[in-house]
């Protein structure tokens, strides 16, 4: 796709973007019921372009090529999906007045939520990504352009294709849903540039890709660049249940971004704790990489680096400390933390109280594996990203975060004097 094909899209995008946003609830949810029939029903179409992606890109890593693989169960829950979205409330209400008040003047003011108007989700290879970013826009009065790796792009297109026709048969408009095959960084600079036309980019994927559309973006730009997570095993932890706590957040889904990377224990619990938690990690096969102290309890572990603090292993690799007290865990947080989700295990109501208050991430948990943080696992539907920002959106991201306010001002004649 040329310069010249992807402005014009991007002008036919933010053309649609004020007919979708007023089109009713009814309309969007037939249609994303549609689209959840379509994905169902033409299922083997997406799966043997996947079959094409997959084959191409055999020398990819286990947990890349996971993330690229589809079957017929991953696209059922795709479908789920849709329709989940579908039965939410629309975000945009009926009316979408958030709080309207009356001026002594005789003025009388509503605050409405709004979409956000065209918004670009730049993402790698997880083929899910496009449908649940198709229905949360779709559903939020926005209209969408997606941009996905080139690992995908077979799958990607087809998905694509499938929902914007079933889109277009139920009533939405053509331009609605949008899809960029062209897969370098040219093209995708360029799609950065096209403020005039595009509201909101979102970045899904490895750091890499989100530091490029940050630093090459004249749109704004919602995103986090990595996942480093903790959990701080307090002294009042109630051990059995760190635990389990402990060995779900990095066992269960370690290539994803809310999966602990580094293990954070007080000083008066870690001789008691550390021996079996670690001996659980490793016959998991948990690669364990310890500070000093940590290595004086277990001894054969290898030595946690300054480097390690800093990684998002995105494996089955855990780095391990010994800290003093908790506020020795906060400040190890906050100054190596990506802001993402951080947990505290403790049965001390105050040390929990503290933790909340001063841990600077967009999810904080209590007694609980920072694995939760997911729109569908919070409630809110699929999620079209977390954010660790802290303006506009943070957290997960769904469909209240992919709209915005304006004020309507209703006078009868009144002049400012």
Not at 29 to 53: Q, Y
Not at 261 to 278: C, D, N, R
């Amino acid at each position: 796709m040329k310069s010249k094909e992807l402005g014009d899209l991007a002008k036919k995008a933010k053309a649609a973007s004020y007919t979708l946003a007023e089109l009713s609830s009814t309309i969007k949810n037939r249609a994303l019921c549609a689209m959840a029939e379509m994905l169902t029903c033409h299922s083997k179409e997406v799966l043997n372009e996947n079959k094409r992606d997959l084959n191409a890109n055999k020398g990819l890593a286990k947990a890349l090529l996971d993330r690229l693989s589809l079957n017929p169960a991953r696209i059922g829950l795709m479908a789920d999906s849709l329709r989940q979205v579908a039965s939410l409330n629309d975000p945009l209400g009926d009316p979408p007045l958030i709080k309207e008040w009356l001026r002594p003047n005789g003025l009388r003011i509503q605050k409405v939520r709004v979409p956000i108007g065209v918004v670009g989700i730049i993402y790698e290879s997880r083929p899910n990504v496009t449908s649940d970013c198709i229905g949360l826009c779709l559903k939020s009065g926005n209209v969408s352009i997606l941009r996905g790796g080139r690992e995908a792009v077979n799958t990607n297109m087809a998905i694509c294709k499938l929902l914007s026709k079933a889109a277009r048969e139920s009533g939405v408009p053509a331009q609605a849903i949008n899809f960029i095959d062209t897969t370098g960084h040219k093209a995708l600079a360029y799609l950065l540039s096209l403020s005039e036309c595009i509201d909101l980019i979102i970045p899904r994927g490895g750091e890499g890709l989100i530091r490029f559309v940050q630093e090459h973006s004249k749109i704004p730009v919602i995103k986090h660049y990595k996942g480093i997570c903790h959990i701080f095993v307090d002294e009042f932890a109630n051990t059995e249940m760190a635990g389990n706590i402990c060995f779900n957040a990095k066992v269960s889904r370690p290539g994803v971004c809310n999966a602990m990377e580094s293990l954070l224990v007080h000083k008066g619990i870690a001789g008691s704790f550390l021996p079996g938690m670690l001996k659980r990690y490793r016959d998991a096969g948990v690669e364990i990489r310890g500070c000093a102290k940590t290595r004086k309890i277990v001894k054969d572990i290898n030595k946690a680096k300054e480097i390690d603090w800093h990684s998002e292993y995105l494996d089955l690799i855990l780095s391990v400390k010994v800290v003093a007290d908790i506020d020795q865990a906060v400040m190890h947080i906050n100054h190596y933390g990506s802001h993402h989700s951080d947990a505290i295990i403790t049965e001390n109501y105050q040390n929990a109280l503290k933790f909340t208050r001063q841990v600077d991430s967009a999810c904080v948990y209590v007694n609980a594996s920072t694995r939760f943080t997911d729109g569908y696992e919070f409630g809110l539907g699929s999620e079209i990203g977390i954010s660790t920002d802290k303006i506009h959106a943070r957290g997960p991201m769904a469909l209240e975060e992919l709209t915005t306010y304006k004020y309507i001002i209703f006078g009868t004649g009144q002049i400012r004097t």
